[in-house]
């Protein structure tokens, strides 16, 4: 260690430095002689090793000291392996120049991996809220279930029995106005019949607004309304999108005017789908994502990855 001559250790210490070892002074030790190591004093030169009468260094001078070594468990290896990750807003990475240290933004698309002389990206990343099961409620649960032995939350459930509406759904307490709810997630539907989604609900009578992915031939992005989780009402919008994508980003909101339906395939820039008064239809103190098979021979199912509210 750099400007420090360590030779003793005293006070009321159960330790003792005898050349370069590090020892205890004496078999007898006890937790009571333990508790007493926080008083010893480190008896050194702070600067200019070599010179000076050692003394009894303060603790601001010891931090300095080791602010200022070379930690002797950083590695280095022959390809030019890092010893730093950072994290932080994309627009706030720190510069470039220790080859091997990783990068991961808190707004971005990409995890980084700095040459030494740029930030070069190494794949997509997508920041993750981690959803928590415990904090949803059932509603309409029949033989639907849910997982989270991998991460994330699984749900799923087996064919129902194919005609009318059957949402299962998992909801919990909205957050207070205005808020968001953006949910990451990765559809599993086989069937035409099969949708998958956030919702909005009024807990008063059930009463449902939903922003679902529905699956067919093309699938379509969906808000419907429902009497409760068993009964249709009538639909607020439909809209064709010609792409499968493994991982949906749907968001929900109500910024105290309106309730807004918006989704993103990268997180970050969202498409508005749908917006409506907040109070159209029901006033939802709820909120919380479902799946549905109206279908004889297959379920189907969702992993929620993420679900952040702001």
Known sequence: MPNIELSTVVDNSTLEVSGSTLRQKDAGTTLAKMANLA????????AAAGTGVPTA???NQVSTILDSATDPFVRTSVGGGGDSTHTAAYASRPAAGNAGDAFFPSNGFYVERDTGAAWVPWGPLFPFTAPVSGDYAWINQGSASVVTTNGGIYLSTPADAGTGANLRIRKKAAPSVPYTVTMAFMPLMVSTSHTVGLCFRQSSDGKIATFGLENGATPRLVSYKYTDETNFSASY?????????????????DNNTNRICSFSFDGQNFFEVHSVGRTDFLTADEVGFFIQSANTTYGDGMTVLSWKQA
């Not at 008083?39 to 702070?46: D, E, F, L, N, V």
């Not at 919008?237 to 499968?244: A, F, H, Q, V």
């Open 57 to 59: 260094l303060t603790p």
């Open 237 to 253: 919008t439909t809209l064709d999108i010609g792409t499968r994508p493994s991982l949906w980003f749907f968001r929900i909101a």
């Open 39 to 46: 008083q010893s004093t480190i008896i050194g030169r702070a």
